[in-house]
């Protein structure tokens, strides 16, 4: 992973794992003060980064890195010293080597003695001569810590150990009580010429449900890691000691050093990081060699990727077997121990030095089987240099001054591809995206964002989102501005009657220079989808022919007991869903054919059969459909409906002498709440017309069809993604095909379309205000739910018992079951606040479909 820290003020604590925004809400001096500092740092890091070769001189160092859990063994014999170290460990520059557990008895946590330490410096000070010999090579040592069983060394070339000054060791312990010395970490930082770096060898918690827990000791040992100051050698090799900090740097040159105080930082050591999840059986994944797949699974790099630990850190590429755990002295694991890389090697490079190390080798000594974990080993390039520190200060006040002048000069200027970004037709709950390109044109950084109107709190209309809605560009930089369009049941009212159009003017603002203005338009097509019901119930005509004026003369007139829209609908349903037999609610619309019905219904055309129904041509049987017909329609101003089912005024609660399609509602005549609903269990629709589904010859198999959907509908409830999906039902189960529950693919597009037209209301059928008393009254009884009820507004009580009849019908009629049109309909009739209130809606909902 490469280093993402953003700018050189990041380097004081790269550790923090949640980074400030660049840009925040309002309008704060201080946060403005920041971004420009953080521009200015980002422009005179890339200017020195291109200059560095007036004033640095390169150098190469060889750098060997090994590290090894020997479980408290003795000294490992030459020839296994010999595998894991060889020729390469000899010929390197610089070596370092890390053990851990190198003493496990009870008294080494007493005395801290070093006598295992010693045995282990002899034996491996021969390997390396012994490697060497003949080449005329020394390795001279710099340094070496020990905390317990953490030990570190580090040898150097005698040439390279001659220039290396600053050397400090540290060591921190965070194991029993978050002090104590089996666990935790030695460190050793030192100079290569002008280039500080710091060795760090770790051993983190065990066991692998404690991924939070080397989480966290890592964070601790970046922070009470230190150092004392060093005057002489600057971590950072751009910029000059004397002016650090102005933009970024390393602070003030008096101050403690933190491991990240250095331009390299190696951590090496038994990390303990597994495998997040049991993978099963794992020696066949090994034999195949398909490292990949298990390290998709390693907690280390999950941690890395969520910026938990170790942000930031690059790591060579993992080409060989897990290291741990085995069966000492054999090369198999141990069967009680899922295998895991515990034991690693990883780097990190502050800004500046980004591409300065590169891993040539990154390997394990699988021979080795001394210990339960096989040793490891990294061999990195590592470039170093020397300052040409006058050059370096005249470099950077350079950089400086050319700064100061774009400032002084230059004012930011930015090039849009177009000023104007048309949506075309937008309809109600599609997605629409549109892209813009924006390019720094100007000789400086700019910082964009997009800003308030007086006239509007937010940047943007409700219905439109723009991403990213702010940054900076260095010269000749670009950005794609996303722009989304999305009309839904908060955005729609208006928007459908026309009282807004889709028109919105973005004020783009660059900091210290000109505002541009971009010009956001499209053309809605009103639909009766996000539609308020109190205006639903006044259309007499298709809402996208209407206009702002006829909208406005609609409100005044008389008005439908129930909207067309939904009457079609249920309508549909009844025809050619209950009379046939096929289910309702059961499975998924298709999206495409539920575009249609849509058109259909802005249209107030009616629907066609021919076109919804999968088997529109399929006879036989007293409820099913012949050819469509003008009854499938909404009737005539004035006359009276002509469908075999309920029409719009069978369900309304007016008066008889009043009971027209087209007349006003009068809520002073109205009967009470109670009263209605209770209509409902003297049998809404005519018993006459209650046949047997197609292809059920008595009402016994009807009965047995339902009990059936109703045992379906109660084990397989629909998903809380199907609901915020806006789909009724989320395909068949295992109990549906096992009855082969009957359904036509139109006939649940249509259903779709009904739940998806109450879940689009602006304010719920059962208005929000209600809700927690229908909730309540959901878990007591049907009287306690019809008193719930008393004060709903009367329109709403219209369409609630006209829904209730139709749904009451599908039920006794065997096309659907009650728990499963509570459970697909209750989000959308009740509309629960939080998820905990599902089942209280739907156990309300429940309650009034029963008869009594």
């Not at 009740?830 to 998820?835: D, G, V």
């Amino acid at each position: 992973m490469a280093s993402d820290n953003p700018s050189l003020s990041a380097l004081a604590q790269p550790v923090v794992q949640t980074e400030p925004a660049l840009f925040g809400a309002g309008g704060d001096s201080s946060a403005q003060r920041r971004l420009s500092s953080l521009t200015k740092e980002a422009w005179i890091l890339a200017s020195l980064k291109k200059r560095r070769g007036e004033f640095l001189t390169q150098h190469g160092l060889d750098v060997f890195v090994g590290t090894w859990n020997v479980n408290g063994r003795g000294p490992a014999t030459g020839a296994e010293l010999q595998v894991w170290l060889g020729a390469a460990g000899a010929a390197a520059d610089l070596v370092v080597l890390g053990f851990q557990e190198l003493d496990v008895r009870a008294e080494a946590f007493v005395y801290n003695n070093a006598a295992k330490d010693a045995e282990w410096t002899e034996a491996v000070e021969a390997s390396l001569a012994a490697a060497a010999a003949g080449s005329g090579r020394r390795l001279a040592k710099v340094a070496s810590k020990q905390l317990i069983g953490m030990f570190v060394m580090v040898y150097a070339q005698e040439a390279v150990a001659q220039r290396i000054s600053g050397v400090q060791t540290a060591s921190i312990g965070c194991g029993i009580m978050g002090m104590v010395g089996n666990k935790g970490a030695v460190a050793v930082r030192l100079a290569y010429m002008d280039t500080p770096m710091c060795f760090v060898c770790a051993h983190l918690a065990h066991d692998a449900a404690a991924v939070d827990k080397r989480n966290a000791q890592f964070h601790d040992l970046c922070k009470r890691l230190a150092f004392a100051a060093d005057a002489e050698h600057a971590a950072d090799p751009l910029t000059p000691r004397d002016v650090a900090g102005t933009y970024g740097g390393s602070g003030a040159a008096d101050r403690p050093l933190t491991v990240f105080d250095h331009s390299y930082l190696v951590w090496l050591g038994d990390l303990n990081y597994r495998l997040a999840i049991d993978t099963g059986d794992m020696a066949d994944v090994l034999a195949r060699g398909d490292h990949a797949a298990l390290l998709g699974l390693d907690q280390l790099r999950m941690a890395q990727l969520h910026r938990q630990a170790f942000a930031g850190f690059s790591e060579g590429e993992i080409g060989f077997r897990p290291t741990y755990k085995f069966a000492v002295g054999t090369g198999d694991y141990d069967e009680r121990r899922r295998p895991a890389w515990c034991d690693r090697v990883l780097w990190w490079a502050r800004p500046g030095c980004e591409d300065g190390v590169r891993c040539r080798s990154y390997t394990a000594a699988a021979s080795v089987c001394m210990s339960d974990h096989k040793p490891v080993r990294a061999q990195l390039a590592v470039d170093a240099w020397t300052v040409d520190a006058e050059r370096r200060r005249a470099v950077y006040l350079e950089v400086l001054r050319e700064l100061d002048r774009f400032e002084n000069e230059c004012i930011p200027t930015a090039t849009l591809e177009a000023t104007v970004v048309d949506f075309g037709e937008v309809r109600y709950g599609q997605l629409e995206r549109r892209r813009l390109r924006l390019a720094n044109s100007g000789q400086v950084p700019l910082e964009y964002s997009f800003v308030a109107t007086p006239s509007r709190a937010a940047a943007a209309a409700a219905w439109l989102r723009i991403a990213p809605d702010g940054g900076m560009l260095l010269p000749e930089q670009a950005v794609e501005l996303e722009l989304t369009v999305l009309v839904d049941q908060r955005t729609s009212a208006a928007l459908s009657t026309l009282a807004e159009d889709l028109y919105d003017i973005l004020v783009l603002h660059l900091r210290h220079g000109r505002d541009y203005f971009i010009q956001v338009q499209g053309a809605y097509q009103p639909s009766v989808f996000g539609m308020s019901l109190d205006v639903l119930v006044h259309c007499k005509s298709a809402v996208r022919s209407m206009r702002h004026a006829d909208y406005e003369a609609c409100l005044a007139s008389g008005r439908f007991s129930v909207p067309k829209c939904i009457w079609s609908l249920t309508d549909f349903m009844s025809r050619y869903g209950v009379d046939r037999g096929f289910s309702l609610f059961q499975f998924p619309g298709d999206r495409a054919l539920e575009r249609r019905i849509r058109d259909w219904l802005d249209a107030d055309e009616p629907l066609d059969p021919a076109a919804v129904l999968q088997w529109p041509d399929e006879g036989g049987g007293t409820g099913s459909p012949g050819p469509a017909t003008a009854a499938t329609a909404a009737p005539a101003e004035g006359a009276a409906p002509t469908s075999s089912r309920v029409s719009l005024t069978d369900q309304t609660l007016v008066p008889s002498t009043m009971q027209s399609a087209w007349s006003v509602l009068d809520a002073y005549h109205a009967p009470s709440t109670v009263d209605a609903l209770e209509r409902l269990s003297l049998g809404a629709w005519d018993s006459t017309l209650r046949t047997a589904p197609l292809g059920r010859s008595s009402s016994s198999d009807a009965g047995s069809a339902s009990d059936n959907s109703t045992h379906e509908a109660e084990t397989q409830p629909a998903t809380a993604n199907e609901q915020a999906a806006g789909v009724p039902i989320g395909g068949g189960s295992a109990a549906a095909a096992a009855v082969e529950v009957r359904h036509d693919a139109g006939v649940d597009a249509v259903a779709s379309c009904l739940v998806e037209l109450l879940r689009a209301l602006p304010e719920p059928l059962v208005p929000t205000a209600l809700h927690g008393l229908c909730i309540e009254a959901g878990g007591i009884s049907r009287a306690a739910a019809l008193e719930a009820l008393e004060t709903l507004p009367p329109g709403n009580l219209n369409v609630l018992v006209y829904l209730l009849a139709f749904l009451r019908e599908a039920i006794e009629r065997g096309a659907a079951s009650a728990p499963r049109v509570a459970a697909v309909l209750a989000p959308a009739l009740l509309r629960p606040l939080a998820p905990a209130d599902s089942p209280g809606a739907e156990a309300f909902l429940a309650l009034l479909l029963l008869h009594q």
